[in-house]
């Protein structure tokens, strides 16, 4: 996959692009599904397929309070893209002259005049353009007179439920780690890097590696059931994500104990899938009876853990169809 991050690294025409604009929040089925369609058109009429997105969200600049916190960092997102099996993805920076930018002008100097267009495909919602002036029938209207072709989505579906990166959303926000694979495609994942922490977990019995990640959306306060690679280890794991109350108010940490392992990994780098919330934070009385709750916790999570395996992008690549893999 070529990767466009200014829109200025454009200095050559692609042979007839084949052209989906989104956020792509998350890289569900849902997209999967758009990406799967973009690629099928492309390939009909030997073009490109292309995957135009912003970089930060827009609602980050235009609405910060409001803006969506995102269930992949960029990274992440550009990774899941690749494994898409798109030919090309460009990151455009979305700043404030962009935002001014008429629909009219959008459509003019970047979908036209920057990537050549051939043919867009968008969701049967998309607006866009300063006070998202451009609508379904606007981009006909400039289809039919600078020579693209429309092709609009329904939303993709399974069984009633919407794809959708804000129910997804919701449901990362309420714990619902195992609800949430059926509409994202995967487990849940964030990746962080283990930095020193207060050391409460190994004298308690169970040492834990505190995690700093740059992943916004997290799930709430509580225990869960994690699978952790380290390396090309799969390891099994209990995360707490929380403010440890039992010690008093603290700052929001992320501290994974994994199981029947042992070593230093400071300065490492852990990914954790999430599989099951085992229960919510909460203040115990006395250490002790913290110490009796975190062995019921490793022992519930062995259950759920044993035999479990992950399920990420790579189990449902079918990139094989592609005349050009």
Same mark, same amino acid.
């Given at each position: ?70 269930? /992949?960092?960029? *990274? +992440? =997102? %550009?990774? #899941?893209?690749? &494994?898409?099996?798109?030919? !090309? ?120 590696? /505190?995690?700093? *990640? +740059? =992943? %916004?959306? #997290?799930?709430? &306060?509580?225990?869960?059931? !994690? ?99």
């Amino acid at each position: 996959m070529e990767l466009i991050r200014n829109l200025e690294q454009i200095n050559r025409p692609w042979p007839a692009p084949v052209v989906t604009i989104g956020n792509f929040d998350g890289v569900h089925l849902g997209h999967r599904e758009i990406f799967r369609r973009l690629i099928s058109e492309a390939d009909k009429i030997g073009g490109t397929s292309v995957v135009l997105t912003f970089v930060p969200h827009p609602r980050k600049l235009l609405d910060p309070q409001r803006a969506p916190l995102q269930i /992949n960092t960029y *990274t +992440e =997102k %550009e990774r #899941l893209i690749a &494994a898409s099996c798109v030919d !090309v993805l460009i990151c455009a920076p979305f700043t404030r002259e962009m935002a001014d930018y008429s629909a009219e002008r959008f459509v003019d100097e970047i979908l036209v005049g920057r990537i050549g267009v051939r043919r867009l495909i968008v969701g049967y919602d998309y607006a866009f353009g300063k006070g998202r002036q451009g609508d379904i029938d606007f981009l006909r209207r400039k289809g039919a007179q600078s020579g693209f072709d429309v092709t609009v989505l329904s939303p993709v579906s399974q069984h009633g439920e919407i794809y959708s990166s804000t129910r997804i959303r919701e449901m990362i926000l309420q714990g619902r780690m195992e609800d949430v694979v059926p509409l994202l495609g995967r487990h849940f994942t964030l990746q962080g890097e283990v930095v020193h922490g207060s050391k409460r977990g190994k004298k308690l019995g169970f040492p834990t590696a /505190n995690l700093a *990640t +740059e =992943k %916004e959306l #997290l799930p709430p &306060a509580g225990v869960y059931a !994690v699978k952790v690679r380290h390396g090309e280890k799969i390891l099994d794991g209990v995360v707490n994500i929380g403010f440890n109350p039992t010690f008093g108010p603290g700052k929001l940490s992320l501290e994974v104990h994994l199981l029947d392992f042992q070593g230093e990994i400071y300065g490492e780098t852990l990914r954790l899938y999430f599989l099951s919330r085992l229960r919510e934070e909460k203040r115990f009385p006395s250490v002790e009876t913290l110490v009796e709750a975190i062995g019921e916790d490793v022992r519930q999570a062995r259950g759920i853990l044993a035999g479990a395996q992950i399920r990420e992008y790579r189990d449902y690549l079918d990139c094989g169809y592609k005349k050009h893999p």
